[in-house]
């Protein structure tokens, strides 16, 4: 056994490998086990790789429209080939970055596959065939997610995929089912649908993005629609079978008509379940609830010495909400008594077309709460830069209460949201009222200036709308 370790980190993805950092700046000798790639999902199979591939299908879509802007493009094509190449070297450049950082914070890295002996202790399968066992006065597990499916249908990543196949495609299928239309479901139908496939996105819930606001759904949905992508709301899937070289899907509608539709590809987007089994979590005393690891404010365990951050937990799903429970939960093991996470202000993030950005509360939730509250939308139609840019679709809608003024939450959709919403996070958190939010001036034109302008009419002085 080597010489104990302050913290044993289990999972190198976006929350172990920044909680790794993090400790070692407190002064704590930190150990990060990963049995696959620095990064985790979010760096290799998720986030990125899927914004990269996004990205190679926005320039695609303003090369078709560029005649609008003055610019004649003769001869444009698509070549899948070089997306998929530049999405590996983003990728690849991301985690060359991340292991260079842990290197510089003499975060220590073993590969294997751990185990939980003890409340502080696990065992580790090294990629060498070797087993090591390690002592550490802490523990956190950051072991993520993996993709889920339906009962009784297997994602085999040839005609049934899951987004780590979709990723990997070899071409642009002709056809695509896509079963569930949460963000991965919506984005990869954007990117598809972009790129050339036929598009038919299930979603059993009444609303896509049924975690969004209602208003943004429906202006979301109106907007795929118009791109083309056949979208069924309250669709409930009945079967799915193979079809020649390709899938059928059977499904009944909202209005209860049965339907089927044969695609060349079906992909699987109906959520991710925590990968928690196999951990010995039993073995060190650590509770769980449907393969979730319940934990405090400070990302504590029923065990005191053990620690769960990321999808493993039962909070947000999100890579940018591990980052920031994995800082609390190593500050809280060094004694610094960090403020547990608001999850109300974490920001959720959809890069379908249009993005689709919001923090606090929706109209809904501020109700259901008790709020007496008021809402203002500011069109971006009525935006000099979206007009500018060619893209007016979409808005920006606050929630204020009426008692206090007090902002309680902020939809966007539209161009630039997913970056527009980081103001709104801050405002949240340093608990803006809306005039003071009208307050803060925006350059002149820029997308920012329909966040101000909904403020201005939340505030009850409308200024261009």
């Known amino acids: 056994m080597t010489e104990p370790y302050d913290v044993a980190i289990i999972g190198a993805g976006p929350g172990g490998y ?6 070692s700046q407190l002064g704590m000798k930190a150990l990060l086990v990963e049995k696959d790639l620095v990064g985790g999902t979010c760096l290799n199979r998720g986030c990125i790789p899927t914004k990269a591939l996004l990205r190679s299908a926005e320039v695609w879509n303003l090369a078709q429209a560029a005649a609008e802007y003055g610019v004649q493009v003769g001869g444009a094509t698509l070549d899948w080939a070089q997306a998929q190449k530049r999405k590996d070297q983003v990728v690849s450049r991301l985690r060359k970055g991340v292991e260079s950082l842990l290197k510089k914070n003499q975060v220590a890295l073993l590969q294997g596959t751990a185990t939980l002996d003890s409340p502080t202790s696990l065992k580790v399968q090294k990629a060498d065939g070797g087993t090591e066992t390690v002592s550490a006065r802490h523990i956190l597990i950051a072991t993520g997610a993996r993709a889920k499916s339906l009962p009784g249908v297997t994602i085999d990543e ?18 695509l089912v896509v079963i569930g239309a949460g963000a991965v479901g919506v984005e990869f139908a954007c990117l598809f649908q972009t790129l050339g496939s036929k598009v038919t996105l299930l979603e059993a819930l009444p609303q896509v993005l049924p975690a969004e606001d209602t208003e943004v759904a429906e202006e979301l949905t109106k907007s795929l629609k118009r791109q083309r992508i056949r979208v069924e709301a309250g669709a409930r899937v009945e079967k799915v079978e193979a079809d020649g070289e390709g899938v059928r899907v059977a499904f009944t509608t909202s209005a209860g008509q049965k339907e089927t539709v044969s695609a060349e590809k079906l992909l699987m987007a109906v959520g991710r379940a925590p990968a928690t089994d196999g951990l ?30 990321g999808d493993c937990v039962p909070t947000l799903q999100l890579a940018h909400v591990a980052s920031a429970e994995g800082i609390v939960a190593v500050e809280h093991m060094a004694g610094r008594n960090p403020r547990p996470l608001n999850y109300d202000h974490m920001p959720r993030a959809v890069y379908s077309r249009p993005e689709v950005a919001s923090a606090g509360l929706t109209e809904v939730q501020a109700r259901e709460r008790g709020h007496a509250v008021r809402t203002v939308r500011f069109p971006f139609m009525a935006c000099s830069k979206a007009v500018i840019l060619g893209e007016r679709e979409g808005f920006v809608k606050l929630v204020v209460s009426e008692t206090h003024d007090a902002l309680l939450g902020v939809q966007i959709i539209g161009p630039g949201a997913t970056e527009l919403i980081g103001e709104a996070v801050l405002a949240l958190r340093l608990e803006f009222t809306a005039e003071e939010f009208s307050r803060a001036v925006r350059p002149h034109p820029t997308l920012s200036e329909a966040v101000m302008e909904a403020a201005h009419a939340a505030a009850g002085m409308p200024i261009h709308f």
């Open 158 to 175: 040839q005609r049934v995929l899951s987004s780590t196949g979709a990723l990997q495609l070899d071409h642009i299928p002709s056809s």
């Open 18 to 23: 920044v909680a790794a950092i993090r400790a």
């Open 280 to 309: 010995g979590l039993e073995a060190a005393g650590v509770k769980t609830d449907r393969g979730f690891i319940p934990v405090n404010g400070h990302m504590q365990t029923n065990v005191p010495s053990v620690y769960a951050i």
